[in-house]
């Protein structure tokens, strides 16, 4: 009969025992030698989080202005303009151009925060190669590899906890939760939540106390923070269905309002006209 451990997913390393996790990454506590280690970064590539190319600040400024409802302002401000209505056009102007700014401040700060993920795991950690304890860069990581870490070190890569000493984690970053999080060797059920895989460490993460020795299971993209970070960079964003209608209403309202703009303006126009009180 088959062992049931064998069938588990790669996934479910919080599931697997630290023998298993061994077993399974072919690995051993004396660490990777360099054979592996070149062998499994042409394979899994570097432990990095791609991020597109952040817009340029002026692109950013232009993409405030396509929408239906800034046209049908802009093409009013233009014919406010013809028929010599300068306040008017100024107003409308001003509006436009402040909604831009506005825009355009609100969505730089985000392609920051974007950007800034690729940073989270920029940092040098040690790890045991060949049965030698040595600093390397994190982007270096490959899966299998041993990493050692204490208390304010930052998480390099999804890990499976092979030895802790009263070792916890800030996982504010994926949970949301304030609170450090104990963390120790021993697997849990396949179905625990993420929050409750006390086996794992996840990037990205902070070690609050202690120490703790563990096996690098998922690297880059594929770490818990990778995948956010690629949900994040680039997937379309999703508007809400009330957002879809409102943006809807609008166009009904604009164009409405760029059909009835000159036609109110001509009638203004003809009121003022001095001549207009011998014909009434």
């Keep these: 009969m088959e062992n049931k451990a064998e069938l588990l997913p790669v996934k479910h390393w919080h599931a697997t025992t630290e023998e298993e996790a061994v077993r399974k990454l072919d690995t051993n506590l004396n660490g990777l030698n360099e054979n ?23 692109g950013i400024f232009l993409h405030q202005f396509l929408s239906p409802l ?3 302002l802009l093409v009013a401000g233009v014919i406010s303009v013809l028929l010599g209505e300068i306040v008017d056009a100024i107003f409308i102007f001003g509006v436009v151009l402040l909604n831009a700014i506005i825009g355009t401040v609100q969505e730089w700060n985000a392609e920051k925060s974007a950007a800034a993920l690729q940073n989270l795991l920029k940092v040098v950690v040690v790890a045991r190669r060949d049965g030698m304890e040595q600093e390397i860069n994190a982007e270096d990581l490959v899966p299998g590899d041993v990493v050692l870490l ?16 009263q070792l916890t984690v800030d996982e504010s970053l994926l949970t949301g939760e304030s609170i450090a999080r104990d963390k120790n060797p021993d697997s849990v059920a396949i179905e625990t939540a993420l929050p409750e895989r006390t086996s794992l460490l996840f ?6 106390a202690g120490r703790g020795l563990g096996l690098v299971v998922n690297i880059g993209q594929e770490t818990e923070v990778g ?7 680039f997937s379309e964003s999703t508007k809400p269905p009330l957002v879809i209608r409102m943006e ?33």
């Design 150 to 165: 204490e208390s304010g070190n930052k998480v390099p890569a999804d890990i499976r906890l092979i030895q802790s000493n």
């Design 36 to 58: 592996q280690v070149n062998e499994r970064r042409q394979r899994y590539g570097s432990n990095i989080l791609q991020v597109k190319e952040p817009p340029t600040l002026v």
């Design 203 to 208: 990037a990205g993460s902070t070690v609050m």
């Design 248 to 280: 809807r209403f609008t166009k009904i309202i604009s164009y409405a309002i760029l059909v009835a703009y000159p036609f109110y303006r001509l009638y203004h126009s003809y009121r003022a006209c001095p001549m207009t009180k011998y014909f009434s």
């Design 227 to 233: 995948k956010i970070a690629k949900t994040v960079t």
């Design 70 to 72: 800034i046209y049908i």
